[in-house]
């Protein structure tokens, strides 16, 4: 039986497994996709403290190497459920039941879809929600950014330096994002923001032309014409298979305060996934680090 299963293998699910193996834990990681989880998207990261500058794929890369080195154990298997056993917990994948001690739950978000007719048929065919991903597709187009916060920030600047032409397009005239990034990124000669507006529909058959925007203060609906439009209105979280070891707010966050523990024993919880007000590398850290040392001193206490 392993110490602790950490589900998901982004910044926070890699810090806990740092945590609970120099707590002498052995750990298990079950990751659905590529380690790094949202991190993995963004170009820079310039606000985490002790490193300058660095790229989410590269800090991603020495995160999980470093998780690994102590000889962690990483399957890229989808958890579909957790049975609470007591003293122990089976989670439950597509592969088999694996046995644990202890589970950490850090499944991150995923991105959050505008809802608009057609959205899900045109990925791929002009509509992303990667711009690291997919810019380079649009070298010398015109592209729109949905979004007012520091993803969306970050992929219009990001795509200003690809793309012939960026529209920022944004519900508000204020911002979530860090206001020197909105700063710098105003200052750009190819960017043009769009506020007040909402995207309403996409136009193009197998291919974006276009998409029909509103202006909420005045009803005006104007096309503009465009290749691509990158999606980046925050994240939502995933976490309905858990849902009876872990009890989750109205918005499907996982419930649980700073001690990241859930309300089964022995189940604990930590980064973007649990109820919090910050989200950032900073705070899904410092969540993998409570939760490894909690899950540590859980074990402790079994028989
Ligand atoms: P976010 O901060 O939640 O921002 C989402 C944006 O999308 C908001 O501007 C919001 O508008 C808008 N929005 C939400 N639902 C919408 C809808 N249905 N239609 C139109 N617009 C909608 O999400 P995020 O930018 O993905 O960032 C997520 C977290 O990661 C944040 O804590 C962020 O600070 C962090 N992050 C940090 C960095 C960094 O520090 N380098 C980089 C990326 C992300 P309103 O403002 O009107 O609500």
Do not use: W
């Amino acid at each position: 039986m392993t110490d602790v299963i950490i589900i998901g293998a982004g910044p926070a699910g890699l810090t806990a497994a740092i945590y609970a193996q120099r707590a002498g834990k052995s750990v298990m990681l079950l990751e659905a996709k590529i380690y790094g989880g949202q991190i993995v998207n963004t170009p820079d990261i310039e606000n985490y403290p002790g490193i300058k500058h660095i790229s989410g794929f590269e800090y991603a890369q020495g995160l999980y190497e470093q998780a690994m080195s102590f000889g962690a154990e990483f399957k890229m298997e989808a958890a579909l459920r957790i049975e609470d056993k007591g003293d122990y917990k089976i989670v439950k994948t597509a592969n088999g039941d694996y046995e644990a001690k202890a589970v950490i739950l850090a499944t991150g978000a995923k991105n959050r879809p505008l809802g608009i007719e057609r959205e899900a048929d045109m990925v791929g065919k002009g509509v992303s929600y990667c711009a690291t991903c997919d810019g380079m597709f649009y070298r010398g187009k015109r592209v729109a950014v949905n979004g007012g916060g520091n993803t969306a920030i970050e992929d219009a600047e990001f795509l200003s330096n690809v793309a012939e032409k960026v529209y920022v397009i944004h519900r508000r005239d204020e911002f979530r994002a860090d206001a020197k990034d909105v700063e710098r990124l105003k200052a750009k000669e190819n960017v043009e923001f769009v506020l007040n507006s909402t995207v309403k529909s996409l136009v193009g058959e197998d291919k974006l032309t276009a998409i029909e925007v509103e202006n909420k203060e005045t009803g005006d609906v104007t096309t503009i014409e465009i290749d691509g439009l990158f999606i980046a209105i925050g994240q939502m979280p995933d976490n309905k298979a858990f849902a009876d070891v872990a009890e989750l707010d109205p918005k499907g966050y996982i419930q649980a305060g700073e001690s990241c523990k859930t309300e089964t024993p022995g189940v604990f919880t930590a980064g973007d996934c649990r109820t919090k007000e910050v989200r950032q590398l900073t705070t899904a850290a410092a969540d993998g680090a409570i939760a490894a040392l909690a899950a540590a001193q859980y074990i402790a206490t079994l028989a």
